[in-house]
Structure formats: C-alpha cells, structure tokens
C-alpha cells in the first residue's frame, strides 16, 4: 500500500459547483498536511497548510483533515474556471521530507 | 524577486551525455530540493538540501549527484542520462518546516 493514494481523476465539472479533492494515507507519523496547485506547464503552489484534525478555511477553499481516518479532503466552492489545475496533496513526517500524492486534474467548465 | 529561478528550462540530451541543472533561489531559505514529476508518478524527491553544507538522498537519488554551492544554488547533475531519466525536473526551496515550499518552474529533459 502506497502512504499516500490520490485519485487521480480527471474531475470535470460545471462552472460553480462544489468540488471534493481527496487523499487517503497510511502513515501515522504525517503531522502536517497540505494541498498545492498547479497550473500546467508551471510549478506546485501552496494553497493550504493544516496540522490539527478539522477544517481549515481561506475563502472558497476548505481543508479537512481526519486523522483517526487518516483521510484529508480539499473543497472548492463556487468553482471558477480559474481553479482548472492539478491539486496535490502533500504530507510531511517528522524528517521534515513531504510525501506527495499523485495529483487530481481538476477541470471548471464555463 | 524572483523566488527559485532553474535553468536551463529545456534540454534534450543524448544516451550516456552528462549535463547539470542549476538552481538559484533569493528568498535566504536554508532548505532546498530536487524533486522530479512524471505522469501517474506524481512528484518523487531526488536529493535535498536541509542547510547549507549537508545533502542527503530522497526517494529516487541514483543516476544523479547533487551540490550545495552557498545559501543560494543547489545544482543536480546526470553523470550519464538515460531514457529513464526523461522527466520534468523541479527546485523547490523551504525556510523552516518542509510544508511550504517554494517551487521553480521546472526543467524538462529529455534523453534520447
């Protein structure tokens, strides 16, 4: 079983839908956990950065995390043409190396 | 500002060949990465940096060597590309905790 699963999609959805981004992961040590974007041809940006168990908010985007479940989730809200990237989740341990997921291609359809 | 400049941004490189990506970021970040992206791989980390004098490998370090030269650069260098090695290269650089980086916007190599 790989630490982290991300499925990759690719998601499409209609201009203002909710978006749900998952990952999944087997590592009880991740401390830390984020999402990043990326836009194609470009590099990973940070978008949220979360430790605790719970929901973190910034605008139209939502982090969740559930560490009993060892489940973390992104939700995009009113969804703009704009957020169509790949997101990647990404976890870090405490030797301060971060596992990626393998990305979700995210698609906003106007 | 610039943030993490790579260069070159393409190169295409024979079997056997040797060349080094270079990587410079301004940001006085004391740890800096090598990751490298391929489709259905997600990011893997080649080599990282956690200060400046110290490298240590990641999860795909052999076929590459890597130098912190100062604060600022740390280059990545393929002794003797191969095909494997065909890939979208990224530096990314992190001033404490690992969460935030700050990624380049890659190198795309490819080895014929």
């Known amino acids: 079983q790989k630490e982290v699963e991300q499925d990759p999609g690719p998601l499409s959805v209609p201009e203002g839908a909710i978006v749900s981004l998952n990952c999944t992961y087997s590592n009880s040590a991740f401390q830390y956990f984020m999402w990043y974007r990326q836009y194609s041809r470009k590099g990973p940006e940070l978008l949220m950065y979360?430790?605790?168990?719970g929901n973190k908010e910034d605008g139209r985007f939502t982090a969740q995390v559930d560490k009993s479940s060892k489940y973390i989730s992104l939700f995009i809200r009113d969804s703009q043409p704009s957020d169509s990237a790949t997101y990647l989740c990404?976890?870090?341990?405490?030797?301060?190396?971060?596992?990626f997921g393998k990305g979700t291609l995210l698609t906003v359809n106007p | 500002n610039a943030g993490v400049t790579q260069t070159p941004k393409f190169q295409v490189l024979k079997t056997g060949q040797s060349m080094t990506l270079q990587c410079a970021q301004d940001?006085?970040?004391?740890?800096m990465y090598w990751y490298r992206q391929d489709p259905g791989m997600g990011l893997r980390l080649i080599y990282y940096s956690a200060s400046e004098g110290t490298t240590d490998k990641g999860e795909v370090p052999n076929g590459y060597n890597v130098s912190r030269l100062n604060k600022r650069e740390f280059s990545l260098r393929l002794e003797s590309a191969a095909p494997s090695q065909t890939s979208v290269y990224f530096c990314?650089?992190?001033?404490?905790?690992?969460?935030?980086?700050?990624f380049g916007e890659g190198s795309r190599l490819t080895v014929l």
């Open positions: 979360t430790y605790s168990s």
């Open positions: 990404a976890m870090e341990g405490s030797n301060y190396k971060l596992t």
């Open positions: 990314a650089s992190a001033a404490l905790r690992t969460g935030e980086l700050f």
């Open positions: 940001m006085n970040h004391n740890s």
